[in-house]
């Protein structure tokens, strides 16, 4: 996944899909939002507490399509942290989930 997005418009996505998301929940799933980027040229961000859900779309630019879970609370804190006006994200993965320590290992890059 390859995408490139205003900053403060994901800012405002990741943290409206930040409060659904229960901060501690059974399954850690519950706890990430889903970013999806389409063919369309949109970034869908989905998160859900297993009672309410949220689904919003953003446009974006796409180069590479494809998804990721990740901890809607990590999310925020990389967007807030960030400066500038646009926001490439790519190649992000998953390594480890290490709930015990409240890490989340995360390789790629947000230049």
Do not use: H, W, Y
């Amino acid at each position: 996944m390859k995408i490139q997005v205003n900053r403060q418009e994901a800012l405002a996505l990741a943290k409206a899909a930040e409060s659904i998301a229960p901060g501690k929940a059974v399954m850690d799933e519950l706890r990430c939002v889903l970013l999806e980027a389409g063919e369309d040229n949109t970034l869908t961000m989905a998160a859900t507490n297993m009672e309410v859900a949220l689904e919003r779309r953003m446009q974006a630019q796409v180069r590479e399509g494809g998804s990721l879970l990740m901890g809607a609370k990590l999310f925020v804190g990389m967007l807030s942290l960030l400066g500038g006006e646009t926001v490439t994200i790519q190649n992000l993965e998953v390594v480890k989930v290490d709930p015990e320590l409240n890490m989340l290992v995360v390789r790629g890059a947000i230049p």
